[in-house]
């Protein structure tokens, strides 16, 4: 929070400053509040017993022993479904953000104005044209779907009891569940022209829309062409399970033997599919996007090339254009340069 590089302690809406060694130092600051944000959710959902009026239907139809149809609809009634379809929203109310650019990180309030971090104090709220600081929203797909069997074999008497008991019995049952979501995000801070200055970026029905931070505020908002969203992610998750049970009775010595083997496994991938990032390292912002997993696609930004000479007309009225080419980053220079 005091720019020394190493880390300082923020509880309870107060900050423990660090020393120049990394130790806690006395300097200590009230009041600045925390990181909070608003989530939001919203779904609907369904689940039941697809067969279980058809089974009550079947046993009217026959009252004496059971019909093959009759032990089918009365293991299907066991069968059941679910499923449901979140809709989740979050947007940050507060937060600490370097607003304008001088390494320490600003406090940016409910109200959306700004208090400057000094280094071991804030300024007094300043309105810095902020409306929003980070927002996005999920949407999930859950399925899942599972059935079970009862069953025994054979019977005999309990000599004492005179009760039926069966000789073996046990039961099955299985299932599996799907769930897959995508999220988007819809409003962020983001240095999108590379100056150090975290701008207004959010997405809207004609792409994405950019107002620049000045120093002081924002500029005009404008079209940043060639970008079509900020960052959106998609993953899958798949599960299935299923278990056996078998229990054999000795009724002689009135013992009962259970075994119970059962297995799962499952399987999840989460990865973005859109995302504003430098992957040249040329220090500005490229377009990835990957539709499979096999595949990435890299549109790289432009803004290298801007304010630098385009061409050239001497005296005599002969021209010449230029152009130019970024370096591979190496570890002497890992942002590389344009020549």
């Known amino acids: 929070m005091n720019g020394d590089g190493f880390p300082d302690i923020i509880a309870g809406g107060t900050i423990q400053y660090t020393n120049s060694l990394g130790g806690l130092s006395g300097e200590i600051y009230k009041g600045i509040g925390s990181s909070n944000s608003d989530n939001a959710s919203q779904a609907w959902g369904y689940g039941g017993n697809p067969v279980a009026s058809a089974s009550s239907i079947t046993n009217l139809i026959s009252k004496g022993k059971a019909t093959i149809l009759n032990q089918q609809t009365a293991w299907l009634a066991q069968f059941s479904i679910s499923g449901s379809a979140p809709k989740n929203t979050d947007e940050a109310v507060e937060s600490f953000i370097d607003i304008n650019g001088d390494g320490l990180p600003d406090k940016i309030l409910s109200d959306k104005k700004v208090k400057l ?10 309105d810095w044209g902020l409306d929003r600081i980070q927002g996005g929203k999920s949407l999930s797909y859950n399925f899942g ?7 025994g074999w054979g019977t005999t008497q309990n000599k004492s009891t005179k ?19 995508e999220s988007e995000e819809e409003y962020n801070l983001i240095d999108i022209n590379s100056d150090g200055l975290p701008d207004k970026v959010w997405k809207s029905d004609h792409g994405i829309i950019v107002a620049l931070n000045t120093g002081n505020g924002f500029d005009e908002p404008i079209s940043w062409k060639g970008a079509s969203a900020l960052s959106e992610s998609a993953s899958t998750s798949e599960s299935a399970n299923a278990a056996f049970t078998l229990t054999i009775n000795i009724p002689v010595i009135s013992i009962k033997i259970s075994t119970n083997p059962g297995a799962s496994t499952s399987h999840s991938i989460n990865r973005p599919t859109y995302s504003l990032q430098d992957v040249d390292g040329d220090g500005y ?3 990835v996007e990957s539709e499979k997993e096999s595949e990435l696609k890299v549109t790289r930004s432009a803004i290298g090339r801007t304010n630098m000479l385009k061409s050239v007309t001497n005296s005599l009225g002969g021209t010449f254009t230029l152009d130019y080419a970024h370096t591979t980053p190496t570890y002497g220079l890992p942002g590389g340069k344009w020549v």
Not at 117 to 126: M, R
Not at 145 to 151: P, R, T
Not at 171 to 177: D, E, K, L, N, V
Request: glycine share 16%; hydrophobic share 40%; charged share 15%.
């Open 285 to 287: 912002l490229d377009i």
């Open 163 to 181: 009760q039926s008991i069966n000789k073996a019995s046990g039961s099955f049952s299985a299932g599996f569940g799907i769930v897959t979501s």
């Open 117 to 126: 971090n000094l280094g071991y104090a804030f300024t007094e709220p300043v």
């Open 145 to 151: 779907a599972g059935a079970g069997e009862d069953f």
